[in-house]
């Protein structure tokens, strides 16, 4: 059973604050992405990852980074959080096999920065 | 232009009605296709995905047509647990972009 990992279901922070959110996923997949939720707008690709130390921006990148070290881990760094950063953030992997198979999402952060 | 789009809804149809959604993509490039179902307050999980000659499985169908650039998905005799957000998801190399998804709900 696939398993991709959040670190927080709900975190609260401060704005100027840097965030730190990790996800970590059991199926040894190369492909990992981070999304952010909001209402109206779907999911909106803000990094993702195709190998280890690899890092490809995505629709809004500005504002974030991103770490994978590992091949399992990929962290998704606020440097200064703003209150316009509040949001779920999904995490998710894949693997590549042509194309990409299907995406398995983590439970979800809800990040909301006061 | 977003890379992936479709008719946010809502849909409201009574049990046992047909329904179907479409879901544009814009690069001609993309690879692979697939459908997932949202639940409140939940992550994204697989429906289905999509392939070239289309493929069904029990009352759902899905369809691709890469000459128009759209996806499909029809869902006959609907139940009131198919109410839920439903997302198509368009993977170009290696990344994978979400349409805004189509919120469903079927009443008694």
């Known amino acids: 059973d696939v398993k991709v990992t959040q670190s927080s279901r709900y975190l609260v922070k401060r704005t100027g604050e840097k965030v730190f959110l990790e996800c970590v996923q059991d199926?040894?997949?190369?492909?990992m992405f981070w999304y952010r939720q909001d209402p109206g707008l779907g999911l909106r690709l803000i990094y993702f990852?195709?190998?280890?130390?690899?890092?490809e921006k995505g629709d809004i990148p500005e504002g974030y980074s991103v770490s994978r070290e590992k091949k399992e881990r990929f962290s998704l760094i606020l440097e200064s959080a703003s209150t316009n950063q509040t949001s779920m953030y999904l995490c998710?992997?894949?693997?590549?096999?042509?194309?990409?198979?299907?995406?398995?999402f983590g439970q979800g952060t809800r990040l909301t920065v006061v | 232009r977003k890379e992936v789009e479709q008719d946010p809804g809502p849909f409201n149809v009574p049990e046992g009605a047909t329904v179907a959604f479409n879901c544009t993509y814009s690069?001609?490039?993309?690879?692979?296709f697939f459908w997932y179902r949202q639940d409140c307050r939940k992550e994204p999980k697989l429906l289905m995905s999509?392939?070239?000659s289309g493929n069904e499985d029990g009352r759902f169908t899905a369809q691709l047509n890469r000459a128009s650039q759209y996806i499909s998905l029809l869902i006959r005799d609907s139940k009131l647990s198919d109410s839920a957000t439903y997302l198509c998801a368009v993977n170009k190399n290696t990344d994978m972009r979400f349409g805004a998804g189509t919120r469903l709900t079927v009443k008694p």
């Open positions: 690069n001609s490039a993309s690879q692979s």
């Open positions: 199926m040894d997949h190369e492909n």
């Open positions: 990852s195709y190998d280890v130390k690899m890092k």
């Open positions: 999509v392939y070239s």
């Open positions: 998710a992997s894949s693997l590549s096999v042509g194309g990409l198979t299907e995406a398995f």
